[in-house]
């Protein structure tokens, strides 16, 4: 019976180890409320919610959306949120008019940005973007960066938590075009603007790098001087990666369930001799 007891606790310490299986989630950012009402097109919002189910349909991911702009001098400003529909969520500064074709994510008049808050620490695996062109420019760029950073779901961004997150990440690597440990921007091949007005773009990023907060924005320092202007269209995420630590655990649980299972054999047959 002590045996059997043994057996029975390591199968269940090698269940509690086996590391819980990648969800991934697909944001449509059109799709979200503000306020308890479903978000309409062309109206503009502080704060966007989402509910997303995981596409297996066995968990769920909330996430907090809001808009951000950093000024000429470096001041971090709230912005307004706009879906369009299929063509993706916008972004308007503060005394940008709706005129001038500016109701994109763009880096013109500053930079603008959207902030992702998740309830629990995801990776982003992919960003699809549509590429718009502005007024008064005969070309078509969509050059972006995206940063992670982790706070608490329940934290609210203000000027002053933006300013934090420049901060411990280094406004230098932040707004880069080069890719560090805390960024990586991404340019879509839109040298000498070849992209047409309504080509999709996907950013595949690297599954490694977890937060519970992703930003994504108008380059800042981009491989070119061309403004960038794109509405983002959709976001894929992955939760719960497996950590190598975990693996072992599981391997140790199985090393331990054989060995049990091999003593009372052992015992069984010295007992029949």
């Known amino acids: 019976m002590i045996r059997f007891a043994q057996i029975a606790i390591a199968a269940g310490a090698l269940v509690a180890s086996m590391p819980a299986q990648a969800a991934e989630f697909v944001i449509n950012t059109a799709a979200g409320t503000s306020n308890g009402s479903a978000i309409s097109n062309g109206t503009s919002y502080n704060n966007i919610n989402y509910k ?19 000024d000429l001098d470096g001041n971090f400003v709230a912005a307004k949120m706009v879906s369009w529909g299929s063509d993706g969520m916008g972004i308007y500064q503060t005394n940008e008019s709706t005129g ?22 995801v990776s982003l695996q992919s960003a699809v973007l549509k590429s718009f062109q502005l007024a008064g420019r005969d070309y078509v760029d969509s050059d972006a960066f995206v940063a992670r950073w982790t706070t608490s779901y329940a934290a609210g961004m203000s000027a002053s938590t933006m300013a934090g997150i420049e901060k411990a990440m280094n406004s230098e690597t932040w707004f880069n075009s080069n890719s560090d440990d805390y960024s990586k921007a991404v340019s879509g091949s839109a040298a000498n603007g070849t992209l047409t007005q309504t080509q999709t773009q996907t950013y595949n990023l690297s599954p490694s790098k977890e937060g519970n907060v992703w930003i994504i924005g108008g380059s800042f320092n981009g491989p070119d001087w061309r403004n960038d202007a794109f509405k ?42």
């Open 100 to 121: 001038g074709n500016l109701h994109q994510i763009d880096n013109v008049n500053g930079w603008e940005f959207l902030v992702l808050q998740f309830d629990q620490a």
């Open 52 to 70: 997303v189910t995981s596409t297996d349909g066995k968990s769920t991911v909330n996430v907090k959306a809001s808009a951000w702009s950093r």
């Open 232 to 273: 983002l269209n959709q976001i894929k995420v992955i939760s719960a990666v497996p950590e190598p630590a975990t693996w072992m655990t599981m391997i140790l649980g199985f090393g331990l369930v054989g060995a049990t299972v091999r003593r009372r054999r052992g015992s069984a047959k010295a007992a029949l001799a």
